[in-house]
Structure formats: C-alpha cells, structure tokens
C-alpha cells in the first residue's frame, strides 16, 4: 500500500507541476498576444486644427510623400540640428518671402511644437511633417474648410513605446500659397 500511495504522490506532484507549467505558458502567450509588437501611436489632437495621422518611414518623410506638393520648407535645410523655441526660418517662392516662428515647448509628455507664419506673410501650410524617432506624424490641413493654415500649436511626433512623444528630429512644411495674402 505504500507504494501505491507513492506512486500516487508522485503522480499528484507531476500532475500538478505540469499544471503549473501549462497556466505559465498560457500566461505567457495571453500576454504576448494582447501587448502586441511595441510601436509608435500617432497620439492625442490636444488642440492642434486636425488629428494627426501617422506615418511610418525608414527616412525622414517629404511633402512629396504625401501627394507631392511644390515647396516644402524643411528644418533639415535651415539648421543641423532639431527645431529650437524662437528659431525663425526665412524661405522665398516665385519671388516673394516668408518667415515661419516656431515655438517648441515641453509637455507633460515631451515636446510640443507651435508654429506662425509671419504676418501679411503670402504663404499658408498644406500639411506639416513632425518626426521624431523612426516615426512621423502628419498634419494634413487640406481636410480643413481652408485647404491651409497660417498658424497652429501643439503639434507632436508620435508617440513611442513608452508612452512619451518621440523627441523632435526634424519638421517639414508643405507650403501652399495663402489665398489671403496673395
């Protein structure tokens, strides 16, 4: 008899260990199949005119990417580094100028980006390209009544894994002619 409780023993201890190894490993993969591959999310609108919609790209994406417009302004081309509060850029268009503000500022989450164009300036924005990381989002203004906007505020990159907005990289305008202005 006292084997027979043995072996039952045993038999218990297995049954239960392999219990135990199957609700971890059912536990793993719920979890695996419910987190999902960590990736950037396009965020809130805070109170930007429109929604941003995300744009995933190896590269800093261009107004061409998004139905090719004529004139991008991009902060590549005016300076080496990311966009800075207060940095002004200068550009020219079929022999007229304008001057684009920008204001960078940090949020609860990261950085934010505003921007104006210069007054009496003949130029609006299209579309504005905020990227940080591997990842950018896309603020296509043409969905508004006017087609354009002369000036906006709490732009963002999207947001990463870690639930922040991605520092700011690089920001391009899709310029448009201000019908205004013109």
Known sequence: MRATTQ???????????ARCVGLGLTTALAVTFTAGT???????????????VEYTAEVNPDCSDINGFALEVDTDET???APVNGEVINFSSG????????????????QLLSFDFGIGSPFAAGAVIVKGSNNANVYDYRTTMAGQIEADETLHSPINP????????HVAFCIVPDGDNT
């Open 79 to 81: 300076a080496p580094d």
């Open 95 to 110: 022999g007229q100028n304008g001057t684009i503000t920008l204001g960078v500022t940090e949020g609860e989450q990261g």
């Open 7 to 17: 072996a039952t023993t045993r038999s218990t201890r297995a049954r239960w260990g």
């Open 162 to 169: 870690s639930g922040n907005f991605a520092d700011l990289s």
């Open 38 to 52: 960590a990736s950037a999310q396009p965020g809130p609108q805070l109170s930007a005119e429109v929604a941003p």
